[in-house]
Structures are given as structure tokens and as C-alpha cells.
């Protein structure tokens, strides 16, 4: 297994456009995570799924945020109307249910212009 | 309420020096765990050790040690004898659900040859 693999690595869009990005978990994870991560700032919690359900979101998940994972395996997390205040760093963790520690992956570098 | 507290933004050091990076906790459970995280240029979070909450006993793991200290809500890390490699961000977490990691804002190291 190559650990977690997050597709594009980055992306530049236009304020205003909608993104989607792609999370590929450990195959055998059942539980999937997002994170977004600002400039200087440590990565603040999104949301995760158990298997295919959405069990917890934060706040910072507004309306324009939307996040699947239809099967219990890849995930995406689709933004619409980007606006500059989006522009972070999306990441991707993974782990089995039984485990504390997160396996990470590098992350989608979203840019708004 | 969960929160993490990194207080070195940034801290350079010389190769073989030997460096601590400071983290203070707060949280009102009695069942946590504590995270390190590095955070190389590349992106993806590389987990380096968990603590729970009742296991106060110090760990070495090669040139990095780990203090935790419940009665000052720390959790400390120290690199004996740096080297160039590990320059990174380094983050604390905790989270006592295993599953909503807090993040501190994080430690950029940087080893100077």
C-alpha cells in the first residue's frame, strides 16, 4: 500500500468556481478525515466519515462545503464558489477505527485567485 | 474546551545541537492523548509518537525524547544532536476522541550545518 494519496497536489482557480478535490485512504481504513490547513497555522478538523457515513463536521464546513465518500473507500470534497478565504492547504488522514494515530497524506495546496 | 499551545513560531540551531520544542495543553478530560507530528517540506504529516493521558513515563525513541508532564500540561520534545534532516514543522495534537485532532500552530525548525 502507498499510504494516502490526494489528487490534484495543487490547484489555482478563479474566485467564484467550484473545485473538487480526490482523497484515496489505506485501503483497510475505515475511518477517513479532512483537514484544511492555512499559512502558518496548524491543521484544523473538517469532518470524517466511518466507512461511508459522515459522522462529525466542524463549523468551518459551510454551505459551499460538501464532502462524500459514497462507497467507504476514496472521498471528495467539493467547494463551490471559491473565495480567497479558501486558499489553504486540504489534507487527507486515514486510520482503523482501533488506532489513535492518523496516517496523513501531502495535502491539495488550493489557491483562489 | 480542547486547545494546544505552541509558543516557539520559529527556532534555528546549529548541527548537534540539541533542541526542545515547547507544547502546553489544555483540555478538561481526564482521557487524552498527545500526538507529535513533523511536518517536512513536502507537505505530508509524519507521525512521531502518542501519549495517553494516564502513561506519564518519558520516552526515547533514538536522538528524540518526549516530557510529559500532567501537572504542567505539557508534553515536550527534544532533538539531541540536530541534524540538517530535521528541519520541519513540528506540531503537537491532542484529541480525546481519537477521532477531532486540536492542533497547535506548530514549531518550524530549522538545523543550520
Known amino acids: 500500500d502507498t499510504g494516502v494519496s490526494q489528487n490534484p497536489r495543487h490547484k489555482i482557480t478563479k474566485r467564484g468556481q467550484n473545485v473538487t478535490f480526490r482523497c484515496d485512504p489505506i485501503?483497510?481504513?475505515?475511518?477517513l478525515y479532512w483537514y484544511r490547513q492555512t499559512l502558518g497555522q496548524g491543521p484544523e478538523f473538517l469532518t470524517y466519515f466511518q466507512n461511508e457515513a459522515q459522522l462529525e463536521k466542524s463549523r468551518l464546513l459551510s454551505d459551499r462545503f460538501s464532502a462524500e465518500r459514497p462507497k467507504g473507500s476514496f472521498s471528495t470534497l467539493e467547494i463551490q464558489r471559491t473565495e480567497q478565504g479558501d486558499s489553504a492547504m486540504y489534507l487527507c488522514?486515514?486510520?482503523?477505527?482501533?488506532?489513535?494515530?492518523?496516517?496523513f497524506g501531502s495535502g491539495t495546496r488550493l489557491t483562489v485567485v | 474546551a480542547q486547545k494546544v499551545t505552541q509558543a516557539q513560531t520559529e527556532i534555528s540551531v546549529v548541527e548537534k545541537e540539541d533542541v526542545t520544542l515547547d507544547c502546553v495543553y489544555e483540555?478538561?478530560?481526564?482521557?487524552?492523548?498527545l500526538f507529535w507530528y513533523k511536518q517536512p517540506p513536502s507537505g505530508e504529516l509524519v507521525f512521531l509518537i502518542r501519549r495517553n493521558s494516564f502513561d506519564e513515563q518519558n520516552e526515547i525513541s533514538g536522538r528524540y525524547s518526549w516530557n510529559f508532564q500532567k501537572s504542567t500540561s505539557s508534553f515536550n520534545f527534544t532533538i539531541t544532536a540536530s541534524q540538517v534532516v530535521d528541519s520541519a514543522v513540528y506540531f503537537c495534537a491532542l484529541t480525546y476522541t481519537g477521532n477531532q485532532f486540536y492542533f497547535g500552530t506548530g514549531t518550524s525548525l530549522t538545523v543550520i550545518p
Open positions: 483540555t478538561r478530560d481526564t482521557t487524552y492523548y
Open positions: 488522514a486515514s486510520k482503523d477505527g482501533m488506532d489513535y494515530g492518523y496516517t
Open positions: 485501503s483497510e481504513h475505515n475511518r
